[in-house]
């Protein structure tokens, strides 16, 4: 009999997070079993705690493998700390303010750990010295009684000459050794983002599993361009193993990093979009020459999960393989050879699967955005072994609940599909002509709908519906999650922010559902969404009547370089000024909202003053709400700012009245004192 597994659903794998009795349950490893040869499940409840969720904290200190040693930052320099002595030893010496070591700063992201990676033997760590000491500052002001405090930090914008930069290092925690890789400083930037902890950890830095060689990947500022490299982890020589170079910007995922390096037979798992899809590579790592291409079709591979060496085979996730929804994720398993692809989850639905700790077994929760979860336990074969749980949502249904509409339509091009969510109202009178509100984040990182899981709400989406609006959601073309060519549609010109593709799929859902009333169109977003709305309000303004625009950046020279330059192109290459929704503001013809918190580190609120400028400039009128010490989350005022969005709507779309000054409360949940 094997042994019994446990499972988790939670960020730090402690603990398995499952729906039960109406509930979402989180459940210790510790005092929940199952077993895979069985089928059955322990009886303890020790250790539940219902409607928690946990997180994933890196924090300010990073422990080794062994848990021997944490890591940590001090005074700009690295130092370890003796799990049990307590002992501490400074590992370096010449960090100083903007040029220290294991620096977490992306601009728009700060924090107090340090950003690094242990060596499997816990006695290296692969990390770096970052430079951003010619970095231009970004200020902001407090607001309060008396001076005001100045917040100024390091934020390069694009075409600014210089960006923070990385002097990759090697530390041995033993002697202690600073080791420097033999490569010029790279661009403070990763395969996913500037942000190099974006997957949670140090970002593109493989070690050998006998901590002699690590393996990197450095990224161009604008993203084209990617060199494998190996570094000699006692030298810091490096060898140059193979370099990539797209046209437009490489992706190496999504929320995940899929290369990976095998020390054992010499071979690296490279992920690439040449062939117009995101799929995997086996390269030659003592050559550099492709051996075979791992994955072929008209699909996504989105995550590699398990790399078996021993066997030869790849466990992924992949995205559009199955023909019900591309945005639908499921696991697969295949060869290094690019042979005996399988599904091992072959339910309809989107899968999103956890490994157990021997990643011989995973729980699998797949659902739709409109059919609950159903939680099972399967082998890495993909053999179904117990049933763990079905979510029951009559207490849902029962309090009136309903399920949103997925949609499918048709691109601008009338040729691409598109796909979305819809929100109507529960006592929706189809005799009726309903004001429809757009509700868009255009990416090109990500999208309006986000999960394509079930989800009991999604946002205010369908609060909004109930106060008499039909809401969609819709996927435009340029999202990502597609095919290479779908996802460059707007490469160079963000600002089409797939409003074409808002506005035929809107017209064609009037097309399908009579009481959908296209000369009242509303739109709002945040942050990306707030720089889409403005534009939808400037550049469409006989669809779009009503906007509400959050936070928005509203001109890409003034938010942070790294992605403007990305998805953009270097400012020498791109024309930003012609993005820039300023200089379209005196086309508004509706209502628009503008909303920004005043200490927002991540878009400036000169993003929307600038807007304000112009309009004032061009004598349009226009509604403000200010957050003055808010940052990019308006926090514990995101209850007013809903309610002033419901207001503004029904005032102007919808052409009716609010009850004044409507105090939106937040309810506690009894479960998070528990």
Request: glycine share 8%; with cysteine.
């Amino acid at each position: 009999m094997l042994p019994f597994q446990t499972f988790s659903y939670s960020a730090d794998n402690k603990a398995i997070i499952f729906t039960a009795d109406g509930k979402l349950w989180k459940c210790d490893l510790q005092s929940y079993q199952v077993s895979p040869d069985t089928g059955k499940m322990s009886e303890s409840v020790a250790g539940f705690a219902a409607g928690r969720r946990a997180r994933g904290n890196q924090g300010t200190e990073i422990a080794s493998p062994d848990g021997k040693k944490v890591a940590f930052l001090r005074d700009y320099n690295l130092w370890v700390r003796d799990a049990a002595t307590k002992n501490e030893t400074q590992l370096t010496t010449d960090g100083i303010k903007d040029f220290g070591y294991a620096t977490d700063n992306a601009g728009w992201k700060m924090g107090d750990g340090p950003i690094l990676l242990w060596s499997p033997d816990s006695k290296k760590i692969a990390t770096f010295k970052q430079d951003q000491r010619e970095v231009s500052d970004m200020y902001l002001v407090t607001t309060n009684v008396g001076k005001p405090t100045l917040k100024a930090w390091k934020y390069p914008l694009p075409g600014d000459k210089n960006i923070a930069t990385i002097q990759r290092v090697i530390i041995d925690t033993d002697i202690p050794k600073v080791i420097n890789i033999q490569v010029p400083p790279d661009a403070h930037r990763a395969t996913l983002s500037d942000d190099i902890a974006s997957s949670g950890t140090f970002d593109d830095v493989n070690w050998s599993d006998d901590a002699t060689q690590l393996a990197f990947v450095s990224t161009s500022r604008d993203h084209k361009d990617e060199k494998f490299r190996i570094a000699d982890g006692n030298s810091g020589a490096v060898r140059e193993i193979f370099e990539e170079t797209v046209t437009t910007q490489y992706e190496s995922g999504w929320g995940t990093i899929n290369w990976k390096y095998l020390q054992k037979t010499n071979e690296i798992i490279w992920f690439s979009e040449r062939d117009n899809w995101g799929h995997l590579y086996l390269y030659d790592a003592l050559t550099g020459k492709l051996k075979n291409q791992v994955t072929k079709g008209d699909f996504v591979v989105t995550s590699l999960v398990k790399v078996d060496e021993k066997n030869r085979v790849l466990y992924f996730m992949a995205a559009g393989k199955e023909a019900e929804n591309p945005y639908f994720s499921q696991l697969y398993k295949i060869g290094f050879d690019g042979k005996h692809l399988s599904c091992l989850t072959p339910e309809d639905g989107n899968h999103e699967i956890t490994l157990s700790p021997s990643k011989n077994y995973f729980v699998d929760n797949y659902s739709k955005p409109d059919v609950p979860p159903v939680t099972v336990l399967r082998d890495m074969n993909g053999k179904l072994l117990v049933n763990v749980e079905k979510t029951d949502i009559t207490r849902l249904q029962a309090a009136g609940w309903k399920p949103v509409t997925p949609i499918t339509l048709k691109a601008h091009d009338g040729t691409t599909d598109i796909y979305g969510l819809m929100f109507s109202p529960t006592n929706i009178d189809p005799n009726k002509k309903y004001p429809i509100i757009d509700y868009i984040y255009p990416g090109p990182q990500g999208g309006s709908v986000g999960s394509w899981s079930f989800a009991a709400s999604r946002g205010d989406n369908q609060a909004l519906a109930e106060l008499g609006f039909i809401v969609v959601a819709i996927e435009g073309t340029s999202n990502p999650l597609r095919s290479k060519s779908f996802h460059d549609m707007s490469y160079g010109n963000m600002a089409e922010n797939t409003l074409p593709d808002q506005i035929a799929g809107i017209r064609q859902l009037a097309q399908k559902y009579n009481y959908i009333d296209t000369t009242r169109v509303g739109i709002w977003g945040h942050s990306g969404g707030g720089f889409a709305t403005a534009a939808a309000m400037f550049r469409y303004p006989d669809f779009f009547k009503v906007g509400i625009s959050e936070s928005g950046n509203h001109d890409n020279r003034n938010y942070e370089d790294d992605w403007g330059e990305r998805y953009d192109g270097l400012a020498a290459n791109s024309n930003y000024d012609a993005q820039a929704n300023e200089n379209y503001a005196k086309n508004l013809k509706g209502k628009l909202m503008l909303a920004h918190g005043l200490m927002d580190n991540n878009v400036p609120p000169q993003n929307t003053l600038l807007v304000i400028e112009a309009l004032e400039k061009a004598n349009k009128d226009y509604d403000l709400v200010i957050f003055p010490n808010s940052a990019h989350g308006y926090g514990g005022f995101s209850p007013y700012m809903m309610r002033r969005r419901w207001d503004y709507f029904i005032m102007n779309l919808a052409g009716g009245e609010t009850p004044k000054e409507y105090e939106v409360k937040i309810k506690p949940d009894p479960r998070n004192s528990k």
